[in-house]
């Protein structure tokens, strides 16, 4: 069974510059996520999508970041314009949800912001 | 309070010894627990859910859940120097599907 893809693996901008990430789920899982991990830290929720719709985005900075997920299936996250702050990893994840809940990695896009 | 907390480590162990890794929760409506590896530059893998009171074992891991300390602790016997890593629990919190880390422990398991 394929895993979570990502895509790119790494990316370099400038500040003020913006940037897109891709996401394929794991075949199957209606819940996607994607989270911040900045060095040091655990993964930190962004947004949850639920097929179509999300489900949490309480965390996500909405001035300049915005996903989706068209058709249930992919989804891009985008950040404009970006800021030293958000040089992180983005890590995308998904579930079947119920009953286990158990959440699988991508393997991550490095961004770095200068 | 952070929801989740692990001691930021490093935890040192000799190889061939158990590893003990433990982790606290603030959040009293949390019902499963999971466990992560992430080695340097790599992404989280998972390798423990955990949803009930007590031991749950696989392999040379067992995960422990006692909801009523709010305490969760993994166990890996015979460490090998390829458990080196960053152990990241995880609590399902938010009344259901939302998954909250910790900052994670670092292990190195020395030859």
């Known amino acids: 069974e394929a895993g979570v893809a990502q895509s790119p693996r790494y990316k370099i901008i400038e500040k003020r510059q913006s940037v897109a990430f891709w996401c394929n789920p794991i075949?199957?899982?209606?819940?996607l996520y994607w989270y911040q991990q900045i060095l040091g830290q655990g993964p930190k929720l962004l947004i949850q999508f639920q097929n179509n719709g999300v489900v949490d985005d309480s965390q996500l900075p909405k001035d300049r970041f915005s996903a989706e997920r068209l058709k249930g299936v992919d989804s891009t996250l985008k950040i404009q314009p970006a800021k030293l702050e958000d040089s992180a990893v983005y890590l995308c994840?998904?579930?079947?949800?119920?009953?286990?809940?158990?959440?699988?990695f991508g393997p991550g896009t490095r961004l770095t912001v200068t | 309070q952070k929801e989740v907390e692990q001691n930021s480590g490093p935890l040192s162990v000799p190889e061939g010894a158990i590893a003990s890794l433990n982790c606290t929760y603030s959040d009293r409506g949390s019902q499963s627990f999971f466990w992560y590896r992430q080695y340097s530059g790599k992404s989280p893998e998972l390798i423990m859910s955990?949803?009930?009171?007590g031991d749950k074992e696989d392999g040379r891991f067992t995960a422990q859940l006692n909801k009523a300390s709010q305490y969760v602790s993994l166990l890996i016997r015979d460490s090998q120097p390829s458990d080196s890593a960053t152990y990241l629990c995880a609590g399902l919190t938010g009344g259901g599907n939302k998954l909250t880390f910790g900052t994670g422990t670092q292990l190195k398991v020395e030859l």
């Open positions: 994840a998904s579930s079947l949800g119920l009953p286990t809940y158990e959440q699988y």
């Open positions: 955990i949803y009930s009171n």
């Open positions: 075949s199957g899982h209606a819940t």
